[in-house]
């Protein structure tokens, strides 16, 4: 029921589409979305995340997950992360793939909603930690379009991975259009 209405609202009211789909067999992944350059894009998540039905997570400081946001967060898909200072966040996250059935985690490789020209390139070792193929999902709002990649597992080799990756974006509208990634 609340899929549908998820449906309803998102492609009806707001007008968006989705291109392509996430298999519900796959069951662990990195998602990354890209453009990140509005706090809507939390908001065009949501929707479709509930359009599609399937459980998607983000990690976050494990102080915000204390009672009463904390219910909040993880019913959002949160999972918390202890941000010690001598703790690898890498091998931190990649324990909990290792720890959950199943952990879909989306992150926003820019790392800021401002104009970057480079990713940050935790969320390629994370996925190499853990084993699990990156989904490149992009956010156009030029063509209020959800377009979701096929799984593409990391070679280990950063400079050639990211260039097949960032080919999923070009052309791609943020929703603030002069900080989208590399839109050329």
Not at 1 to 18: A, D, E, T, V
Not at 143 to 166: C, M, Q, R
Request: contains cysteine; hydrophobic residues 45%.
């Amino acid at each position: 029921m609340m899929k549908k209405i998820y449906q309803f609202i998102f492609f009806r009211l707001m007008g968006w589409r989705l291109n392509g789909s996430i298999s519900p067999n796959l069951k662990k992944c990195v998602m990354i979305v890209v453009p990140h350059t509005s706090w809507m894009d939390f908001v065009i998540g949501v929707f479709a995340r509930g359009s599609i039905g399937l459980e998607m997570h983000y990690v976050a400081k494990k102080e915000l997950f204390v009672f009463p946001f904390g219910v909040w967060f993880r019913w959002m898909g949160g999972a918390p992360l202890d941000r010690k200072k001598n703790e690898n966040k890498v091998e931190a996250i990649a324990n909990i793939f290792k720890n959950r059935e199943v952990f879909r985690l989306a992150i926003a490789p820019e790392g800021t909603r401002k104009k970057v020209e480079t990713w940050k390139t935790g969320f390629y070792y994370i996925a190499l930690a853990a084993q699990v193929p990156i989904l490149a999902i992009a956010f156009d709002y030029g063509k209020k379009e959800v377009n979701i990649a096929e799984p593409f597992y990391p070679t280990g080799n950063k400079e050639d991975d990211f260039k097949i990756l960032e080919l999923h974006y070009k052309g791609v509208t943020g929703y603030v259009p002069e900080n989208s990634y590399k839109n050329d």
